[in-house]
């Protein structure tokens, strides 16, 4: 049996990940990995995070399962956290996930079985694992336009006019906030034309949020799901806690899916049991129960909500001393895009000769179609990324 097997495509983003930990030189910097690091190129554990594990230490009588969905009280606090009173929580059925990613896969399994036929749009670029796994599934894709890559914002004309094509019973995959790997996002007029145009059509909405806290804040983050959430009849969303919680390997995820007939919203929540049962029984719960923890704890969710601020902020930090000392080096303003992004992320635009010139000249790191991650900077780092992008032609 095992001979039939062939050899799959390694993932672009692990080899990178090898490549740089075999690079000798002492100045590499490492842009590529989708994790946040401080200044010092760790990822810390959060304040918040870590009293709660040691409250649980304490408290934690069992290990026993929990139900097919996970902890009911997880669920509740991360529909709170996203959607804040956008919808009834009653139009809410939810599933605990192993991680984002798994959310996205229970998403994509619900869409097939829903309707095999469906359509699923996405974004161009996207997450490449969104596609991996659409892909694994059999599942049509269809590419819409999302960036400008001369302007590097958000191409909502292009994305607009393939959205056109979209029909009753297709799926349109949207990025919550903090587009990976563009870092350019729709703003609320945005949001809104994609909107009236999923009502009109009848397509249904799946927004993946992974980054909510790490653009503009919190709420303000959550403002394009909620609308769409608030408007649409029926709605999927994928939802992770590993960034703006820090707790990557705990693997905590939610998938939803919201509906406005009561009914129905008891199937999609059986659905939802019996897929997490088909796939992995029962979902991991540490990482859920620390965040369960973190938000109905008001002290600990004020020092998480300051901490999650901080991160932004130096994010923030980031992107506006690489676009100046961008802007100093080219004697032009091309680089403005980069603080204008929001998230850990930014596609710069340059080729992938360009992007292999900074790797081999300047021990730089990123993606082939140049996304980097921004986090992966820090005060020091930013000038000699900056030389190189100049040095490297962008």
Same mark, same amino acid.
């Given at each position: ?10 993932d672009?983003i ?11 030189r ?8 989708g994790?946040?690091k401080d ?12 009293a709660?594990?040691?409250q649980l230490?304490?408290v934690?009588t069992?290990?026993?399962?929990t ?9 509740d #606090?991360?529909?709170? =956290?996203?959607?804040?009173d956008a %919808? $009834?929580?009653?139009?809410? &059925?939810?599933a605990?996930?192993p991680g *984002?990613t ?5 998403g994509?399994?619900?869409i097939k079985?829903?309707?095999?036929k ?14 991996s ?5 059999n599942m ?6 999302y960036?400008?890559?001369?302007t590097r914002?958000v191409d909502?004309?292009g994305?607009?006019?393939?959205l056109a ?6 799926v349109?995959?949207l990025h ?5 790997p ?5 703003n609320l007029?945005?949001w809104?034309? #994609?909107?009236?145009? =999923?009502?009109k059509?009848?397509? %249904? $909405?799946?927004?993946d949020? &992974?980054y909510q806290?790490?653009g503009d *804040?919190?709420?303000e ?5 909620r ?9 999927l969303?994928?939802?992770?806690c ?10 905590a995820g ?7 007939d009561?009914d129905r919203?008891?199937l ?5 049991n019996f897929l997490?049962?088909?796939n ?5 719960d540490h990482?859920?129960?620390l ?7 008001p ?5 998480w909500?300051?901490?999650?601020e901080? #991160?932004?902020l ?6 506006e001393?690489l ?5 100093r080096?080219s ?9 204008q992004?929001r998230g ?8 992938p ?12 790191y ?7 991650n ?8 930013v000038?000699?990324l900056?030389?190189?992008i ?5």
């Amino acid at each position: 049996m095992f001979e039939a097997l062939k050899p799959q495509p390694a993932d672009k983003i692990l080899a990178l990940m090898q490549a740089y930990r075999e690079d000798p030189r002492d100045t590499k910097v490492d842009l590529g990995v989708g994790v946040y690091k401080d200044a010092s190129g760790h990822t810390p554990i959060m304040r918040a995070v870590k009293a709660a594990e040691k409250q649980l230490w304490e408290v934690e009588t069992t290990k026993s399962y929990t139900g097919l969905a996970g902890d009911p009280g997880y669920a509740d #606090v991360m529909i709170d =956290l996203i959607l804040g009173d956008a %919808v $009834p929580r009653s139009t809410v &059925a939810a599933a605990a996930t192993p991680g *984002g990613t798994g959310a996205c896969r229970q998403g994509f399994d619900l869409i097939k079985m829903a309707n095999p036929k469906a359509r699923v749009f996405v974004s161009n670029p996207t997450w490449p694992n969104h596609l991996s796994i659409l892909k694994h599934m059999n599942m049509e894709m269809v590419p819409y336009r999302y960036f400008d890559d001369e302007t590097r914002g958000v191409d909502c004309d292009g994305m607009m006019a393939d959205l056109a094509n979209v029909q009753a019973g297709d799926v349109v995959l949207l990025h919550g906030c903090c587009h990976n790997p563009t870092g350019a996002n729709l703003n609320l007029s945005e949001w809104k034309l #994609v909107v009236e145009h =999923l009502n009109k059509t009848g397509a %249904v $909405p799946m927004i993946d949020i &992974a980054y909510q806290g790490f653009g503009d *804040g919190l709420e303000e983050d959550a403002q394009g799901v909620r609308l769409v959430a608030g408007n649409c009849p029926e709605v999927l969303i994928a939802a992770s806690c590993s960034k703006n919680f820090g707790i990557y390997r705990e693997r905590a995820g939610l998938l939803m899916a919201v509906c406005s007939d009561p009914d129905r919203g008891a199937l999609n929540q059986q659905t939802l049991n019996f897929l997490n049962r088909q796939n992995y029984s029962f979902p991991p719960d540490h990482g859920a129960r620390l965040v369960t923890m973190v938000l109905n704890d008001p002290a600990l969710r004020a020092d998480w909500a300051t901490e999650l601020e901080e #991160v932004r902020l130096s994010m923030l930090g980031l992107r506006e001393q690489l676009a100046s000392e961008l802007q100093r080096l080219s004697g032009s303003d091309r680089f403005g895009f980069i603080a204008q992004h929001r998230g850990m992320f930014s596609r710069l635009g340059a080729s992938p000769d360009q992007v292999e010139a900074m790797r081999r000249d300047s021990a730089i790191y990123m993606v082939g179609d140049s996304r980097l991650n921004i986090a992966g900077l820090n005060a020091s780092t930013v000038p000699i990324l900056a030389e190189a992008i100049i040095k490297a032609g962008v």
